[in-house]
Nanobody, 115 residues
Framework: QVQLVESGGGLVQPGGSLRLSCAAS????????MGWYRQAPGKQRELVAT???????NYADSVKGRFTISRDNAKNTVYLQMNSLKPEDTAVYYC?????????WGQGTQVTVSS
């Protein structure tokens, strides 16, 4: 079992920045892939960014150049640095982990981009 706890969401103005954190209950070195997804009201959950145990990253086109995913194995934490935020980035952001073919989700953290 892997428990994931997100933090760092909040209200930010357009053009601002936020850093989300996802703390795992187990060593993330053993997790094949971790990532961030988001779900806006009335829309399907979509991939934002992923990072593998080999530190390969992947980003949705809509966030490339603005968001950066990283991991700190010593702290069992994955981060999502979000810069140049836009109103369309408003959503609940979920942390995701895949370990030995099992998928785990956090409870989500709200990000609202508004003036």
């Amino acid at each position: 079992q892997v428990q994931l706890v997100e933090s760092g969401g909040g209200l930010v103005q357009p053009g601002g920045s936020l850093r989300l954190s996802c703390a795992a209950s187990t060593t993330i070195f053993s997790i094949n892939r971790m990532g961030w997804y988001r779900q806006a009201p009335g829309k399907q959950r979509e991939l934002v960014a992923t990072i593998t145990s080999g530190v390969s990253t992947n980003y949705a086109d809509s966030v490339k150049g603005r968001f950066t995913i990283s991991r700190d194995n010593a702290k069992n934490t994955v981060y999502l640095q979000m810069n140049s935020l836009k109103p369309e980035d408003t959503a609940v952001y979920y942390c995701n982990a895949i370990k030995q073919s099992r998928v785990y989700w956090g409870q989500g953290t709200q990000v609202t981009v508004s003036s």
